[in-house]
């Protein structure tokens, strides 16, 4: 693997990186244990991310899964200019997934979706800043129009340096995208990429942010979010 240098990034890939301040932003609220606004009908561990945010919603929907009682499900408010996105995400450290080949594999079902699809990124430090070490967001591989439920994977390798992974799934343009019975797990080496690594070095030294899972959870979308203001209510009484 090559590694460009600060002045080699692309204008796609500084694009594609500008989203992280967001997600830490969100994930850290979530950590924190946030407004109540942001735990109404959403899945536990789950925060939606990503520059058109108010004009989509998260949610966790109980009349429709692939399996089990529930699913996520990403819809858009109104209509959308197909240029627009958003992205569920988690985030989950990296160390034990070190020096692996991993798989994201996830079911899907779209209604009337422009694009849809699932994504994983790692991120880690390279001369003591911030990187970007993997990203593939199905941009080949997305689902479109309306689909019944579809199995979708990602294949990534996690290099030594990495340090926390983002995992999730985004919707761009209109449209309304349901998620289901996701798994993380290594895989033989000889299972190939679902896309080439872009290695990213930014100009920024490396903060690990809040809001990172030791491992994936609540990949089934079973949890709802507790509202932390009723738990409050509730430990008081």
Avoid: C, K
Wanted: glycine letters at 10%; aromatic letters at 6%; hydrophobic letters at 40%.
């Amino acid at each position: 693997m090559t590694f460009p240098t600060r002045g080699a990034r692309t204008r796609g890939a500084r694009t594609r990186v500008r989203g992280l301040a967001a997600a830490i932003g969100a994930l850290a609220a979530l950590a924190a244990g946030g407004g109540s606004g942001l735990s109404a009908q959403m899945p536990d561990a789950w925060v939606l991310v990503g520059p058109d945010e108010a004009d989509y919603r998260l949610r966790l929907d109980r009349e429709v899964a692939h399996s089990g009682g529930s699913s996520m499900r990403l819809e858009a408010r109104g209509n959308r200019r197909r240029s627009q996105w958003v992205a569920s995400v988690q985030m989950v450290d990296a160390t034990a997934y070190r020096g692996q080949r991993m798989r994201l594999r996830g079911y899907l079902r779209a209604d009337d979706v422009d694009s849809g699809g699932l994504w994983v990124r790692v991120d880690g430090i390279l001369e003591g800043r911030y990187a970007m070490l993997a990203l593939d967001n199905s941009e080949d591989r997305r689902v479109e129009g309306t689909r019944d439920w579809e199995s979708r994977d990602i294949v990534v390798d996690v290099p030594p340096e990495g340090v926390t992974i983002l995992l999730g799934a985004m919707i761009t343009g209109d449209g309304e995208l349901w998620v289901d019975d996701l798994t993380f797990e290594p895989v033989p080496a000889d299972v190939p990429l679902t896309t080439e690594p872009e290695v990213v070095v930014t100009d920024q030294p490396y903060e690990r942010p809040l809001g990172v899972f030791p491992t994936p959870t609540n990949m089934d979308f079973e949890r709802e979010m507790e509202d932390p203001m009723e738990s409050n209510r509730e430990s008081n009484r």
